[in-house]
């Protein structure tokens, strides 16, 4: 099983659409989880870290369930400038470094 | 707007030259860190410093040479490349300690001829 595995997508929707990215981790005893989002050819962009008893910013709700090793990522009411890829990201058991899923593709059309 | 800083954007270098990337960063981190990023795949780490000291080296190969000369600059010196290694090298930034989010610079797009 890999360690970070997520819906490569691509997602495909309509402005104000609601869509939900789910991504798996492999190691129990990870402690930090972050959704980063990424434009073509730029940098990640940390767009929200997930905690235990989820968190919303806006639009974006971010969910963990440690028992069944997942975490989602819901956008509600989908914008054109949210098309991106979207990087599932777990801190490695040390807590030294991330871990990337290899993201899941979102495009939003008017 | 991000307060990590890289420098070059872009670089195209022969397999013989020597270069080096500069990172920079503003707020205070005292963990830094290089990944590389080829297309359409996520980062993979290369090396960690965490208070100026090398912490972590990813088995990296040793043509890629990082250097921390204080908390705010981390370089990588580039020596002997090979095509393979072209790819988006990206530095990144956080507090000190387990777990913390990390920010990225805009990172330098690296092309070995």
């Known amino acids: 099983r890999k360690e970070v595995e997520q819906d490569p997508g691509p997602f495909n929707v309509p402005e104000g659409a609601t869509v939900a990215f789910n991504c798996t981790y492999s190691n129990s005893a990870s402690q930090s989880f972050f959704w980063y989002r990424q434009d073509c050819r730029k940098e990640p962009k940390l767009l929200m870290s997930?905690?235990?008893s989820g968190n919303e910013d806006g639009r974006f709700t971010a969910q963990l369930n440690r028992a069944s090793q997942y975490i989602s990522l819901l956008i509600r009411d989908s914008k054109l400038s949210d098309s991106a890829t979207y990087l599932c990201?777990?801190?490695?058991?040390?807590?030294?470094?991330?871990?990337f899923g290899k993201g899941t593709t979102l495009s939003v059309s008017s | 707007d991000t307060e990590v800083t890289q420098t070059p954007k872009h670089l195209v270098m022969g397999m013989t030259n020597k270069k080096s990337l500069k990172c920079e960063q503003h707020m205070g981190h005292r963990a830094m860190y290089w990944y590389k990023q080829k297309a359409k795949k996520p980062p993979e780490l290369m090396f960690v410093y965490s208070y100026e000291k090398l912490s972590i080296n990813e088995s990296v190969p040793s043509r890629f040479s990082p250097e921390c000369p204080n908390s705010s600059l981390l370089n990588l010196h580039l020596h002997a490349l090979q095509p393979e290694d072209s790819a988006l090298y990206l530095c990144?930034?956080?507090?000190?300690?387990?777990?913390?989010?990390?920010?990225f610079g805009p990172g330098t797009r690296l092309t070995v001829t």
């Open positions: 997930v905690y235990s």
């Open positions: 990201v777990v801190v490695n058991q040390a807590g030294t470094a991330l871990i």
């Open positions: 990144a930034s956080s507090q000190a300690g387990t777990g913390r989010e990390q920010y």
